[in-house]
Nanobody
Framework: VHLVESGGGLVQTGGSLRLTCAAS????????LGWFRRAPGEEREEAVA?????????YIRDSVKDRFVISSDGAKNTVTLQMHSLKPEDTAVYYC?????????????????????WGQGVQVTVSS
């Protein structure tokens, strides 16, 4: 399974960015894709959002739910994170994650160890 992120970059405070993750190398009918991020100086990634690609159920962390939107395209096996009103504290490496098991997604989606597949990450920098 391969997850390839694109769309990161440098943006000013208040700006927008869209991250896309293309997933390949699997034959799952239902699966979850999502995003984690690791801020500078932090050792642990934090969950940003995820989506059950068949059911369309989404989960977004409280601190970004009014600014970020996650969507997916089942035909293309992609997940997109649209980020608006970006803040300096959103600066991080953003990782796409994937998992074939979606049962009880609501209970484990915030746990990095529960995600089987990770992309290489893409840098998002928000300047003040």
């Amino acid at each position: 399974v391969h997850l390839v992120e694109s769309g990161g970059g440098l943006v000013q405070t208040g700006g927008s960015l869209r991250l896309t993750c293309a997933a390949s190398g699997f034959t799952w009918d239902d699966y979850a894709l999502g995003w984690f991020r690791r801020a500078p100086g932090e050792e642990r990634e934090e969950a940003v959002a995820c989506r059950d690609t068949m059911a369309g159920t989404t989960y977004i962390r409280d601190s970004v739910k009014d600014r970020f939107v996650i969507s997916s395209d089942g035909a293309k096996n992609t997940v997109t994170l649209q980020m608006h009103s970006l803040k300096p504290e959103d600066t991080a490496v953003y990782y796409c994650v994937g998992r074939s098991e979606v049962l009880l997604l609501s209970r484990y989606w915030k746990e990095p160890s529960q995600w089987d597949y990770w992309g290489q990450g893409v840098q998002v920098t928000v300047s003040s």
